[in-house]
T-cell receptor
C-alpha cells in the first residue's frame, strides 16, 4: 500500500500565477482533506472533499479551490498566488462511517510551494 | 472545536517515559481527544485517540482526566526517533472531522 501520495514534491511559482497540486488517497479511503502549513506553524484546514463535493471549508479565500475525481484522487488549485501562500500543502485521506470508518487521517508528505 | 493548550517544548532522556500534557477545558461531550505527531519534513502521523477512558496502543498511552479537561500522552520508552512536534486535537467524530491543529509541543529526545 503506497499510502497517501502527493505531487509535485516541490514547486516554485511567481506572484499572480496559478498552481495545481495533486493527491492520491490511501487505498480504501474516499475522503480527502487539504491543509496548509506555514513555516513554524501547525497545519491549517483548507477544505474536505467527499463524493466529489466540498463538504466543509476552513477560513480560506475563494482563490483556493479543489476538485475530487471519481477515483477519489483530488486537486488543490490556488489562483493569483501571493507571497503568503508559500507553505507546505498537506493532503490527508480518511473514510467516513458509511464506508468503513477508521478514526485516523493519513497524511501525505506534502508539497512545498514557494512563491517568489 | 475546543481549543487545546500544550507546552511549546519538552525534553526527555532516551529510554525514559515521555509525558506530554494537554489542556482542553472547553471540550464538549461529543469531542474526542486525538494525538498526532509530525517528524521533521514529514506529514503528521496519527498516534492515538480517546473519549473518556484511558487508551493504549502499540505507540503510546493516553490518559484522560475524569472531567475530560486535560489529558496526557505517554511514550513509555522514548527513542531518538520519537523526536517530533506532538499535536493534541479535540475533534468531533461525526461529520467532516476537521482537524484544528495548534502549535503543538516540540519533544526532543536526548541520548
Amino acid at each position: 500500500d503506497a499510502g497517501v501520495t502527493q505531487s509535485p514534491t516541490h514547486l516554485i511559482k511567481t506572484r499572480g500565477q496559478q498552481v495545481t497540486l495533486r493527491c492520491s488517497p490511501k487505498s480504501g479511503h474516499d475522503t480527502v482533506s487539504w491543509y496548509q502549513q506555514a513555516l513554524g506553524q501547525g497545519p491549517q484546514f483548507i477544505f474536505q472533499y467527499y463524493e466529489e463535493e466540498e463538504r466543509q471549508r476552513g477560513n480560506f479565500p475563494d482563490r483556493f479551490s479543489g476538485h475530487q475525481f471519481p477515483n477519489y484522487s483530488s486537486e488543490l488549485n490556488v489562483n493569483a498566488l501571493l507571497l503568503g501562500d508559500s507553505a507546505l500543502y498537506l493532503c490527508a485521506s480518511s473514510s467516513l462511517p458509511s464506508s468503513g470508518f477508521r478514526w485516523e487521517q493519513y497524511f501525505g508528505p506534502g508539497t512545498r510551494l514557494t512563491v517568489t | 472545536d475546543a481549543k487545546t493548550t500544550q507546552p511549546p517544548s519538552m525534553d526527555c532522556a532516551e529510554g525514559r517515559a515521555a509525558n506530554l500534557p494537554c489542556n482542553h477545558s472547553t471540550i464538549s461531550g461529543n469531542e474526542y481527544v486525538y494525538w498526532y505527531r509530525q517528524i521533521h519534513s514529514q506529514g503528521p502521523q496519527y498516534i492515538i485517540h480517546g473519549l473518556k477512558n484511558n487508551e493504549t496502543n502499540e505507540m503510546a498511552s493516553l490518559i484522560i482526566t475524569e472531567d475530560r479537561k486535560s489529558s496526557t500522552l505517554i511514550l513509555p520508552h522514548a527513542t531518538l526517533r520519537d523526536t517530533a512536534v506532538y499535536y493534541c486535537i479535540a475533534a468531533q467524530i461525526q461529520g467532516a472531522q476537521k482537524l484544528v491543529f495548534g502549535q503543538g509541543t516540540r519533544l526532543t529526545i536526548n541520548p
